[in-house]
DNA sequence: TAAAATAGGTAGATCGGTCTACATAAAGAT
DNA sequence: ATCTTTATGTAGACCGATCTACCTATTTTA
């Protein structure tokens, strides 16, 4: 029955909940190590800095939410179903975080706390730029002579916009209006 | 030649710069007094208590971008002009804060340092709905057939979408990109 | 001269980070 | 089967720095 827990993992999961409710800035080490359950120096033995914790918080954002997008993936057998499967793992990784108090996209949320050089804005960049980039290539097999970038950046301009509305006002409503207006644009190509 | 300026003055602006560019958290009261040539005191007596300095700033910023809203406005013939203005003073805004290292829009990235019960995220929250208000005044004024809840939404999407995305690059284009949606959205109703 | 802003300092908490010293447990060596 | 090494985790003191908040006393301004 050895259900023991390494002293990284605990941290992880720690950081993931208070990180995203209460933000990276207001979370400080002693609330960390303590929700953790984990004594302070298991902290620096396994990451370098909070700054490295916060990288691996982001990290683990991005691994969660490829985990929920290659499942939706997985189901879809269209062009246009994949395109939607993005819709849908945002939907899905919205709900994760419900238990917490849904607050947005934490990686945004994140990102507007990292001062400009930040090596962590750079993952949230990245993310963003990967969801666009998907669009691209699924209406790219859809539609070969459709204005492929315009229609991918208006996708994540409804996306991203449908997440930071969400995170206004607290539900996810506004992420499946989202993938209504998505079905809407990629039908009228 | 008095170039006399009240310290509550100093403050905000002193306050808008850095809260912007550093964020609302890593800003704390000595460097903001510092910052604007003034004692310490001058803040407490002019405003309650930091949070009351962060919600006079969300207020300002609320203003500022009331102001370049209705300069647009005056300029705008038709309902068509008009929901475009809103794009423009978005645009406009954004250019105001090119001095400081554009980081997207500050109500949504103070928000997000916020916790969920805060004053100051209403605030926030009331500038998007008023946004997403706007489109359906004009959009009624242009096509009373159309689905106007569902198009205010998406171009709210679209807006805020792009804002975010830009506040991630660094660069004002989102915000271009995504006046020209908004054209196309509204084009073809 | 009365009001407002000034400089400078204090209180008390919290921050990220470092350190010491000890406990536990599995793996390798004899 | 016993000893030793190596990993990892523990508790808790401690560091310098910074935080908000508030105070006093002096100077400036109107």
Redesign the interface.
């Known amino acids: 029955m050895s259900e023991r827990v390494p002293a990284r993992e605990r941290l992880l999961k720690a950081a993931a909940e208070l990180f995203y409710r ?2 990276v ?2 979370t400080g080490i002693d609330t960390i190590t303590a929700h953790a359950g984990v004594a302070k120096m298991s902290l620096y033995n396994n990451f370098a800095s909070k700054s490295d914790l916060v990288k691996a918080y982001l990290d683990a954002r991005l691994e969660e939410w490829h985990v929920l997008y290659r499942e939706r993936l997985a189901t879809a057998a269209t062009p246009r179903e994949k395109l939607l499967a993005v819709f849908d793992s945002y939907v899905d990784h919205a709900e994760l975080a419900y238990g917490w ?1 849904f ?2 996209c934490g990686l ?2 994140a ?3 990292l ?2 050089g930040d090596a962590g ?1 750079a993952t ?2 990245f993310q ?1 730029e990967e969801v666009e980039q998907l669009f691209k290539d699924y209406l790219r097999q859809m539609k070969p002579a459709a204005a492929i970038d ?1 229609t991918a ?2 996708l ?10 969400a ?4 539900h996810d409503g ?1 992420l499946k ?2 993938r ?2 998505a079905i809407s644009i990629v039908d009228q190509l």
Do not use: T, Y
């Not at 995170?167 to 607290?170: A, E, Q, R, S, T």
């Open positions: 209460d933000g800035g207001a108090g607050r947005g945004l949320n990102a507007a706390e001062p400009v804005r949230v960049a963003k315009e950046e208006h994540s301009f409804v996306l991203e916009g449908a997440m930071a509305r995170g206004l006002d607290g506004r209006a989202a209504r207006i």
